[in-house]
């Protein structure tokens, strides 16, 4: 059942890159914009990949619950989660006992933007995200993150050619913020780089103590550049932060995205997740609901 909610949800993203767009560079002008009717708890950040546009969603029995209706020619999106099984399994020394599972499932539900007679209860159509002009939002994530692991150096005030963050020495390096076209596209690959860097053996532990890190261009390279990549749009989304793509790379990375999501439907999953928890231990916060 697992494997199978995890191939739907990689055809979905192959989908979309197969029309050369990225599925995950849309959404994020607002990801916490994206809000389940149920509870008010946030979309996690594949969830919000599957949704596509931010809202308040319902289940179609929810809606009906409340009175409301569904309007004509109105699509549901999927919703996945976690859920536990308990299985009674026989161990090394031949004893019997509990173990807990857990399995990939899902559920669809609508956006109330199509629906009629329902009321939102999160969000308003009028509440618009104020952008500061140097974006203080983005600097005050920047700043939290600085603060919270001093070992971190982070060089963006010099002229560059080059981004990058090098786990051995615990360092990022970006281009001045003067040489990006577009203000939103310095913090993009600034967050990009900051959220390479959550995967310091002394955070999350992506990077080997050594300092080693995968081969340029290899499959375990690219799974990191996507975990970096969906880590850059969430953070831009919390900031509120729109542009024009979330990804700098060369079209051979994506070929070589497509190629593993392909060859392993878990991959999205799995980096989605790292992803998520690369973000939540950059704002200091929980993971995503």
């Known amino acids: 059942m697992g494997k199978k909610v995890c191939e739907i949800v990689a055809e979905r993203v192959l989908e979309e890159l197969k029309k050369g767009e990225i599925p995950w560079n849309k959404p994020w002008f607002g990801s916490d914009r994206f809000v389940s009717h149920n509870?008010?708890?946030?979309?996690?950040?594949?969830?919000?990949?599957?949704?596509?546009?931010?809202?308040?969603?319902?289940?179609?029995?929810?809606?009906?619950?409340?009175?409301?209706k569904v309007k004509k020619g109105a699509k549901a999106k999927m919703v996945v989660f976690w859920s536990p099984v308990k299985k009674t399994v026989v161990n090394d020394d031949g004893e019997e006992e509990e173990?807990?599972?857990?399995?990939?499932?899902?559920?669809?539900?609508?956006?109330?933007?199509?629906?009629?007679?329902?009321?939102?209860?999160?969000l308003n159509d009028d509440d618009t995200r104020c952008i500061h002009e140097k974006d203080w939002g983005a600097e005050e994530i920047i700043d939290g993150y600085m603060a919270a692991n001093p070992g971190l150096r982070i060089l963006r005030e010099d002229e560059s050619n080059r981004a990058f963050y090098r786990p051995r020495e615990d360092f990022i390096q970006v281009p001045k913020m003067e040489q990006f076209e577009k203000l939103e596209e310095?913090?993009?690959?600034?967050?990009?780089?900051?959220?390479?860097?959550?995967?310091?053996?002394?955070?999350?532990?992506?990077?080997?103590?050594?300092?080693t890190v995968a081969a340029f261009g290899g499959e375990d390279y690219g799974k990191e550049e996507l975990i970096a990549e969906l880590g850059a749009a969430a953070l831009c989304g919390k900031c509120g932060i729109e542009t024009d793509s979330s990804f700098k790379n060369s079209a051979a990375y994506i070929q070589g995205w497509m190629k593993a999501i392909k060859d392993d439907p878990n991959m999205l999953v799995t980096a989605a997740g790292k992803a998520d928890k690369a973000v939540g231990f950059i704002l200091g916060e929980k993971e995503a609901a």
Request: charged share 20%; hydrophobic share 30%.
């Open 39 to 68: 509870n008010g708890k946030h979309y996690s950040l594949l969830n919000c990949i599957l949704l596509g546009q931010p809202g308040e969603y319902a289940t179609f029995n929810q809606v009906q619950k409340e009175g409301g």
């Open 99 to 122: 173990r807990v599972y857990f399995i990939l499932k899902y559920y669809n539900v609508f956006n109330l933007n199509d629906c009629e007679n329902i009321k939102k209860k999160y």
């Open 186 to 211: 310095f913090y993009s690959t600034l967050f990009h780089e900051m959220t390479h860097s959550t995967g310091h053996w002394s955070r999350l532990g992506r990077f080997k103590e050594d300092g």
